[in-house]
């Protein structure tokens, strides 16, 4: 309390710290959940020749799922990709009247998930294979169009995070600059009285403990409140603006996974505000106070 004004500033750069901490960490979940969703939803597709015999086609579908990167192998037949067609065009009559007017023009088809879309040069050079390619009717749907969307959402989510981390380490180094300066300055003020434990042989724990404990009340007070600003701020975006989405930021599932894992955040959050205080103290004291550490 004899220090209220730095106290404050103290906790104020903390909060800020771990708030950026905690908002980067739920955007980082976000984020992975998003290329998910859209990785889950893109397959590479293998269109057969009508004339490829049945045994043949499970073969291959048997050597695709043995590739390391495969995560799920789909075999279609002609009427399955037919309905399949429908299925996807169910709101186009034009399209179903086309395709019902005619044979069905659809090929037997696989339907390949691969397990990473960055790293699909395995899948890629399988189907090249002559004795492959010579089974297909056309090459597979898995375009450069879209792999260079994917490619680009997954930079710009690799990029974020970078700036994240750089935000979080000039913030921290800046919070614990800060309370080694409030120590420093607690120090000073009470230099009259460390004097006088130091005459009557007070030993150096008990002469830093204060100081120590000091910020790690700081740490745990920033925690508390940086916990308590995201919260609102996910009550305010789903209640007050109605929003659901940020870009990639999907804000309905981050508000999800921040509330399952409240208390492991929490307590993230803990260590995280006691870890800076302590050590900022901690060689706060050691260098102003000028103990003998043995």
Known sequence: MRNLSLAVAAMAVMVVTLTIVLFSVITNASFVNTIAQITDKIDISVYLKDDVPAARSTQLVSQLKHLSNVKQVTYLSKDDALKRYERQNADNPQLLAAISSTANPLPATILIKPTDLNEIKDIKSYLSRPEVKQLQSDDPSYSGDRKAAIDKITHATNVLRQIGVVTVAVFSIICALIIFNTIQMAIFNRRDEITIMRLLGAS????????????LIYGVLSAIISVLIINSAFLASSNALQA????????????????????????????????IGTVSSTIATRRYLKFKTK
């Open 244 to 275: 659901s989405s940020l870009g990639l930021l999907d804000i309905n599932y981050a508000s999800t996974w921040f509330g399952n894992h409240f208390i492991s955040l929490l307590g993230l959050q803990l260590m995280v505000g006691i870890l």
């Open 204 to 215: 150096t724990s008990y002469i830093r403990g204060p100081f120590v404990v000091e910020s």
